[in-house]
């Protein structure tokens, strides 16, 4: 028998955890011209870096006005 998560009504599917992502990345954006996102080489640092180049790349996320 599987043991119920305290969590299981707050999980998101990828896609909506992308979006949310940028319409964060979209807000950092307007305040702050440069960025700087750590990298340590890890799974969790590679998917960030790789999000955030291809969100810029797509046109998601762009230098603001």
């Known amino acids: 028998m599987i043991q119920p998560s305290l969590f299981d009504d ?3 599917v990828l896609a909506d955890s992308i979006k949310i992502t940028v319409v964060a ?3 950092y954006a307007t305040r702050y011209r440069h960025w700087v ?3 340590s ?3 969790d640092s590679t998917t960030v870096v ?3 180049a ?3 790349e797509a046109g998601e996320i762009t230098e603001p006005d």
């Open 25 to 27: 990345l979209r807000a």
């Open 54 to 56: 291809h969100l810029i």
């Open 10 to 12: 707050t999980k998101t």
């Open 37 to 39: 996102i750590a990298y």
């Open 50 to 52: 790789t999000l955030v």
């Open 41 to 43: 080489g890890g799974k």
